[in-house]
């Protein structure tokens, strides 16, 4: 296949934007450029303008729609979006912190929020809001930064088949500008020989129809169309950046990354060390295999010829078996120490490296897939071919908020229902004034000559005023204007009503009534009621755009931020010291083994793995004295302490107040604990009192006791004496009364 030129790609190009050029976009630009002069308060053609002025009406407005707008650009731009990122894995965690440091940090670069603001304001006026995330190569000292940036929609052109809301399915989105030459020349000075060749633009076209010499603003398309009708030598020429979807095909590559030189030295010395160990082990199988075998030979079960056989065959045995166990060992710990790194590459660069024999046996597994990445190509003019670059994104770095979305890259504004009442009400009041006007400065009817016509014309409205006519003439007539129809100031009545009904806004959220709520949870059932509308285009269109602007950030940032950076990140709080609201975020810091090598890196944030959550509702102002109030009603219930209350409010230095009552209520516990320890030794000193008083009267009960032990120790030292006397006594008579009857019997035996 033949390679197209870059002419054909520059052509190709203008095709693609006019495709997208179509007459349905033309007649969405037209509907919403009407939108958008309403709010700049350009709400009368020069048509319309010249009709009133011919009739004598006043060609004032009541503008209803820019405090409507203004008020719904308050409620969804009060705050900063905030994305929370999620790690995949633990080690992605804290990795994921960094980077919602790392979005605050180039959403502050960037202005984000008076980027918001623009970019909601041009939703709700115009339809469509983008935002671009990009990167400033030069910036950082030709390091880049990674920033935001607004797109006019009218800049904007899409594939007219895509039929999501984020974009996500359109073949193609161009950003066509119409530029002076020496304005690019100095966006791309490395392709000022070619941007000087580029043709004049003669598409530039107006959509608004109000009145260019006489209108209230000035608009990007008459100074562009000003520039074009002057200088040759600096004319304005068409510029454009082409984003296309391609598929790529890729390798989810798993390699067996090998120790390094320094690990395989450790892991030899550790082998080493085993071996030793079990070369013991076969020292001693040895000695005893050789025991076993003279053991043998003494019994002559073996001669010793086999005796000496069988001894070398067991050294070289061993021998084996320790070289054996070496590489086992060797392979072992080698196998453990390698690592499975997982490595996504183009097709075309994994072709290249199979190549290599060695490298293809390392390789566990490659899974081939195809995915999207945007392709990014810039002309000038008809065929002018620039430059064209590839983007590491799978996602269009543009990412439309629209306010109402029709299922068509064609979104229609807030401000278009308005258009009609708008001009109704402006209608209405120019009547109602331009008959003030005929009943303050009558109309007359005269007989020709027969007033002097100077004289009347100057002072016929003035106070007072004497006026004469002719005689013979009638006197002259005054013309009264018809009264007023009742119906136009119920018009007017009406149309403010109806304005705040289609617009979703009431006038109490402006605060345009006198029939404000007395109580804060009238303000916030008035606030809730109110901003109904605004918080489900928040839920279903504002915060899913911007949860897909963070992802696109999200690729943007890690592919750019690869190589070891600080980020400075400045979070005022109040009541904190400047040196206190800095602080610093590292990235891609590198790490190295004992030997000066890098093995890796701290917070590897470009192969991090997590989600980006856009934090719902955090945009949307929140009712400080209502809150605060409801704070002061949960501190008087005790669910929270008075420390809480006060990190709640905007008093100044509150956080050294804050410190301050901590240590107060640090020093009041302690008092407490003292307090509660003293009571505590009072009551042991009473209970010692109380146990000495036992103590005294058992002493003096101890005392008796022992007086009474004295005295039975007595009376039984008696009793003892007395029953030995006693018992001798009964002895001594037990005795003789045996003599007795001893001498009896010899007595009886003498006498027979």
Not at 133 to 157: C, H, L, N, S, T
Not at 377 to 397: M, R
Not at 462 to 479: C, D, E, H, I, M
């Amino acid at each position: 296949m033949a390679r197209m030129t870059n002419k054909k790609r520059a052509q190709i190009n203008k095709q693609l934007w006019e495709r997208a050029a179509n007459t349905q976009r033309q007649k969405w630009q037209s509907l919403s450029q009407k939108g958008f002069d309403f709010y700049l308060n350009e709400q009368l053609s020069k048509k319309e303008v010249d009709a009133l002025e011919e009739s004598g009406m006043p060609t004032f407005i009541i503008n209803r729609v820019t405090p409507i707008v203004e008020i719904m650009k308050y409620f969804v731009t009060a705050n900063n979006p905030r994305w929370k990122a999620v790690g995949a894995t633990g080690d992605d965690v804290d990795t994921a912190q960094v980077h919602s440091d790392i979005a605050d940090y180039c959403w502050y670069l960037s202005n984000g929020k008076s980027l918001y603001s623009q970019v909601v304001l041009d939703s709700l006026t115009k339809g469509v809001g983008y935002f671009l995330v990009d990167v400033d190569k030069d910036a950082d000292r030709g390091m880049g930064e990674v920033e935001f940036k607004r797109i006019d929609p009218y800049d904007v052109y899409v594939d007219p088949a895509s039929r999501d809301f984020l974009l996500r399915d359109a073949n193609f989105i161009i950003i066509r500008k119409n530029l002076s030459r020496s304005r690019l020349i100095n966006m791309l000075p490395e392709h000022e020989a070619k941007i000087k060749k580029v043709s004049r633009s003669t598409e530039i076209v107006s959509y608004s129809q109000r009145d260019t010499e006489d209108s209230f603003s000035i608009q990007p398309e008459d100074i562009t169309m000003g520039i074009n009708t002057k200088a040759e030598d600096d004319d304005i020429i068409a510029y454009y950046e082409t984003y296309s979807k391609k598929k790529f095909a890729y390798r989810n590559v798993f390699v067996k990354v090998k120790p390094s030189p320094a690990a395989l030295d450790n892991i030899q010395e550790e082998v080493e060390e085993q071996i030793k160990n079990y070369t013991k082990e076969i020292e001693v199988k040895l000695i005893e295999k050789e025991k076993e075998l003279t053991m043998a030979l003494e019994a002559g079960e073996i001669i010793p010829e086999r005796m000496d056989l069988e001894l070398d065959r067991a050294k070289q045995m061993a021998v084996q078996a320790i070289e054996e166990q070496k590489m086992l060992l060797f392979s072992e710990a080698q196998e453990k120490a390698t690592i499975i790194k997982q490595e996504v590459m183009r097709e075309q660069d994994y072709q290249v490296l199979i190549k290599n024999p060695q490298t293809k046996n390392d390789i566990v597994d490659a899974i081939k897939f195809y995915e999207n990445r945007i392709i990014v190509t810039c002309t000038a003019g008809d065929d002018i071919f620039l430059y064209e670059y590839q983007l590491a994104n799978n996602e269009y770095p543009i990412v439309p908020i629209p306010y109402t979305y029709t299922g068509t890259p064609y979104p229609m504004s807030a401000v278009v229902p308005l258009i009609g009442k708008q001009q109704e009400i402006n209608k209405a009041h120019q009547i109602m004034l331009h008959n003030a006007n005929l009943a303050s400065n009558l109309r007359w009817m005269y007989e020709e000559g027969s007033v002097p016509e100077e004289e009347w014309e100057q002072y016929s409205s003035s106070p007072g005023a004497l006026l004469k006519y002719r005689q013979g003439f009638n006197s002259p007539t005054p013309v009264l204007p018809a009264p007023i129809n009742n119906a136009f100031y119920t018009i007017t009545q009406e149309g403010k009503a109806d304005a705040e009904y289609i617009s979703g806004v009431p006038s109490s959220m402006m605060g345009f009534t006198q029939e404000q709520p007395e109580t804060y949870r009238g303000l916030l059932a008035n606030d809730e009621f109110g901003t109904r509308r605004l918080k489900a285009w928040m839920g279903s269109i504002v915060e899913p755009c911007l949860e897909h602007l963070g992802r696109c950030f999200q690729m943007t940032a890690q592919n750019h931020y690869s190589i070891e950076k600080v980020f400075r990140i400045v979070q005022p709080e109040a009541g904190q010291t400047p040196q206190e609201q800095e602080r610093e975020v590292k990235i891609n810091v590198p790490i190295y083994n004992d030997y000066g090598n890098a093995i890796g890196k701290f917070r590897d944030y470009a192969s991090a793995r997590f989600d980006v959550r856009v934090v719902a509702g955090a945009t949307m102002p929140v009712n400080r004295w209502a809150l605060l109030e409801e704070y002061f009603r949960w501190f008087q219930s005790g669910l929270i302490d008075d420390i809480a209350m006060i990190g709640e409010t905007d008093i100044r230095n509150k956080k050294r107040i804050i410190e301050r009552k901590s240590l107060y209520s640090q020093l009041q516990s302690q008092v407490s604990q003292m307090e509660e320890a003293l009571k505590d030794k009072e009551g042991t000193v009473e209970t010692l009192e109380r146990q000495l008083v036992q103590a005294g009267i058992k002493m003096k009960v101890g005392q008796a006791s022992n007086e009474i032990r004295k005295d039975v120790i007595e009376t039984e030292s008696q009793q003892k004496l007395l029953r030995g006397m006693l018992k001798s006594e009964f002895e001594r008579l037990k005795y003789e009364m045996k003599e007795d009857f001893k001498n009896s019997k010899e007595q009886e035996s003498e006498k027979e």
